[in-house]
Nanobody, 124 residues
Framework: VQLQASGGGLVQAGDSLRLSCAAS????????MGWFRQAPGKERESVAA????????YYADSVKGRFTISRDNAKNTVYLQMNSLKPEDTAIYYC??????????????????WGQGTQVTVSS
């Protein structure tokens, strides 16, 4: 079972990036998926999460109105569209999955599967 995050990079403030998280080894169509991030010297924090249907979402206050989480269950992939990026968005971004049939959650400890992370750096 693998979650492969990609799409990170170095951008300027105000730019956009789209992160992707591709799952392999099994299907995650019945799993809540989430994006987390960890900046140097800080704890890992929740960014966004999406229900298995895509009908329910959660966003951290710091990204509301700028980030959008979505999923394509046919492709076993979750996306994080990040607009109006700020220097404080700089972090390693991780995707994660809960066990099947679990509810939407923003707590990292509720997630069973984790990807390796992709670096996002936003310059001012």
């Amino acid at each position: 079972v693998q979650l492969q995050a990609s799409g990170g990079g170095l951008v300027q403030a105000g730019d956009s990036l789209r992160l992707s998280c591709a799952a392999s080894g099994r299907t995650f169509r019945n799993n809540v998926m989430g994006w987390f991030r960890q900046a140097p010297g800080k704890e890992r924090e929740s960014v966004a999460a999406i229900s298995w249907t895509g009908g329910g979402t959660y966003y951290a206050d710091s990204v509301k109105g700028r980030f959008t989480i979505s999923r394509d269950n046919a492709k076993n992939t979750v996306y994080l569209q990040m607009n109006s990026l700020k220097p404080e968005d700089t972090a390693i971004y991780y995707c994660a999955a809960r066990f099947a049939a679990a509810l939407l959650s923003s707590r990292a400890t509720d997630y069973a599967y984790w990807g390796q992370g992709t670096q996002v750096t936003v310059s001012s």
